[in-house]
């Protein structure tokens, strides 16, 4: 449990040491050194890697982590917004239909800038995309 808790806040050091510049979350690529975590994310590639949960800025984040570097960083915080878009929201008109991207088993997303996305678990493309959580990941 110690061990634990020291590992936990060493993340906290690391990420708090960002907070003079512009960061508004973990960052993908970001090194990390952690003990043991006993956490799993599922990647939009269907990779389960080691995980842990983080707040920064008062927003509650899950990070993915590979080889001791930060791979995955979602978020379905309801304090999360990205260009006016919210948890619970509708993805904006301005999308198509061939912009969204489906991953069987993980759900659908759409690219919103060059870090976030979109999520939502609905598999159905005739449903509405109801936003239900955002991640960074560098789909391949």
Known sequence: ????TYHYLLVAILL????CTTVKAPILGQKIYLGDID???LTPDNNLVPAFDTTFNNITYTVGVANNTIIFVSTNDPDFHLDNMKI???VKNKYKESDIMKRTGWGRFIKLNDDWYAATSSQNKNDDFIIEWFFKYNIR
Do not use: N
Not at 16 to 19: K, R
């Open 1 to 4: 449990m110690i061990k634990r």
């Open 88 to 90: 619970g929201g509708y």
């Open 16 to 19: 708090l040491s960002q907070s």
């Open 39 to 41: 956490k799993s994310v």
